[in-house]
């Protein structure tokens, strides 16, 4: 079956440490990823998606994040982070015909940040 | 350009009424989706469209149901509410050309 799993259900960083987000999936084949956040009270902004091509890749808000085939995983890095960073995560997969509006996410990673 | 705007935001049901909640688009988006949030379980797809006057079910779709007449609108009807569906309910519409997902704030639905 296909699955998204985030192992984090909480991270809290510091001000200015680096950041990375754990994301593994279950699917057939090569699927379509996505990285979406969410503030409070607030729905869902895409940070990043992965179709094809080169296994890094960037997003918006100074977000990163890479493709590993061989361990099934998708992580999300950022090099900084900055208090308005504080939010939930979710890692998503999608088939490549029907990711445009079916998306299996993770149960998502609450990210906290130390002044 | 209001995106994707759903109604309403806080809704309070008892057990066994009825109600709508509401989506609309203005990007002339042929797909649109409804996802409920529940605590530690991320989003589940209920049911989605792929254009106007075509549904279909997602992972999550007993007790809801849904209707496209239009391009634009896309409510989710609940027809008996049970406590099981107090959630966090978030619309979304897509286009292929983009494959970018856009969603709605939200509407928190409590059943009591």
């Known amino acids: 079956a296909q699955s998204v799993t985030q192992p984090d259900i909480h991270i809290t960083v510091s001000e200015g440490a680096s950041l990375e987000l754990r994301c593994n999936y279950s699917?057939?084949?090569?699927?379509?990823l996505f990285w979406y956040v969410q503030s409070p009270g607030q729905g869902l902004q895409l940070l990043l998606k992965?179709?094809?091509?080169?296994?890094l890749v960037q997003g918006i808000k100074g977000f990163e994040a890479e493709f590993k085939r061989s361990q099934s995983s998708f992580n999300l890095r950022k090099p900084s982070v900055h208090w308005s960073d504080a939010a939930e995560y979710f890692c998503?997969?999608?088939?490549?015909?029907?990711?445009?509006?079916?998306?299996?996410f993770g149960s998502g990673t609450r990210l906290l940040v130390r002044p | 350009n209001a995106g994707v705007t759903q109604t309403p935001k806080f809704q309070v049901l008892k057990t066994g009424q009825s109600m709508t909640l509401q989506c609309a688009q203005d990007?002339?988006?042929?797909?649109m989706s409804w996802y409920r949030q529940d605590p530690g379980m991320g989003l589940r797809l209920i049911h989605y469209?792929?254009?106007?006057?075509?549904?279909d079910q997602g992972e999550v779709p007993n007790g809801y149901n849904v209707s496209r007449s239009t391009t634009e609108d896309f409510p989710l009807r609940l027809l008996s509410a049970a406590p099981s569906q107090t959630s966090v309910y978030f619309c979304?519409?897509?286009?292929?050309?983009?494959?970018?997902?856009?969603f709605g704030e939200g509407s928190w639905l409590t059943v009591v």
């Open positions: 699917y057939g084949a090569t699927p379509y």
């Open positions: 979304a519409s897509s286009t292929s050309a983009r494959n970018t997902i856009y």
């Open positions: 469209s792929v254009g106007a006057g075509i549904t």
């Open positions: 990007m002339n988006h042929e797909y």
């Open positions: 992965y179709f094809s091509g080169d296994t």
């Open positions: 998503a997969v999608g088939a490549p015909l029907d990711s445009s509006y079916k998306l299996i």
